[in-house]
């Protein structure tokens, strides 16, 4: 870990969200979690922003797809397409301040990173300390490469959208391997795959569970310790032990910030709750964008 001069310009620095400072960065630092994930350029303080200005990059290319009839003229203008959106990505995420800012946190505080591509404007950094868990994460790469050649291979009519493009999210071997990883509750990380696997909507269960909780009495935020990780049950044993000892390790460190992740985690708790309507909400907004 650094030290305090260091620490405090870290903190100070309004290129990274502050949860994502805490839940990331010091929380990998201090050895309390294994590994996190962030996905770009969603979490950056400037998102919107970005997202809009990749926006009124490619949407211009649409038209053209959208009224061509030719199947091998559309493919071609398909993989054109995903060339101009990765060019987008490339000048508007990781070309701006706070990516780089990011990148330079993740050298100076001795951290280690690798960045996984989930669609062409859209990629995973994860941020660790052990280099075996850059070997790991490298393997799922390439088994999520893999799962989606062999998706679009048997792609069938009427086949559910999500298992060809994502296909890697209905694979309980690979999601209880990133689960590991990440550091979440053996419990959750089963439950969460189990759920995946049988088609069953893991935030709508966690949010319906947590307002039933909350129902019969208050619910320990400890158990939501990490933005979008969603526990097996809201009384996870497991969940609030690795909240409480974050929080410890984070007070250890700099007192200050017990109360900024008491924050974060009741944030945290409200999210889950509303999930489900936060996805509708963004999946409006994607559908009036085309």
């Avoid at 669609?119 to 893999?146: A, C, H, W």
Wanted: hydrophobic share 35%.
């Amino acid at each position: 870990m650094v030290g305090e001069v260091w620490l405090n310009k870290f903190l100070e620095d309004s290129h990274i969200l502050p949860r994502i400072k805490i839940e990331n960065f010091l929380l990998v630092s201090l050895g309390l979690r294994p590994c996190s994930l962030m996905t770009l350029p969603a979490e950056l303080p400037d998102a919107n922003a970005i997202g809009s200005a990749i926006d009124e990059q490619v949407f211009p290319k649409l038209g053209g797809l959208r009224s061509e009839q030719d199947p091998k003229k559309k493919l071609r203008l398909i993989d054109a397409l995903k060339k101009e959106m990765r060019i987008a990505y490339e000048e508007n995420v990781k070309g701006s301040e706070q990516y780089k800012s990011h990148k330079f946190w993740i050298k100076q505080l001795e951290l280690r990173s690798i960045t996984m591509s989930v669609r062409p404007t859209v990629e995973e950094l994860y941020i660790f300390r052990d280099n075996d868990i850059g070997k790991r994460l490298s393997q799922l790469m390439k088994d999520r490469e893999r799962y989606r050649v062999e998706a679009r291979a048997s792609v069938k009519p009427g086949m559910d959208k999500a298992r060809f493009v994502y296909p890697e999210e209905f694979r309980a071997s690979w999601l209880k391997e990133v689960g590991k990883i990440l550091g979440y509750p053996d419990c959750c990380v089963e439950a969460y795959s189990s759920d995946r696997g049988d088609g069953r909507n893991v935030e709508a269960r966690a949010s319906q569970q947590l307002k039933e909780a909350e129902e019969r009495g208050a619910v320990d935020p400890f158990t939501y310790s990490i933005g979008y990780f969603f526990p097996c049950s809201p009384s996870c044993g497991e969940a609030q032990t690795k909240g409480a000892s974050y929080r410890k390790g984070l007070v250890e460190l700099l007192p200050s910030l017990g109360e900024l992740y008491d924050e974060f985690v009741a944030k945290n708790m409200e999210r889950v709750k509303h999930q489900p309507e936060i996805i509708e909400q963004y999946n409006a907004r994607a559908e009036s964008l085309l």
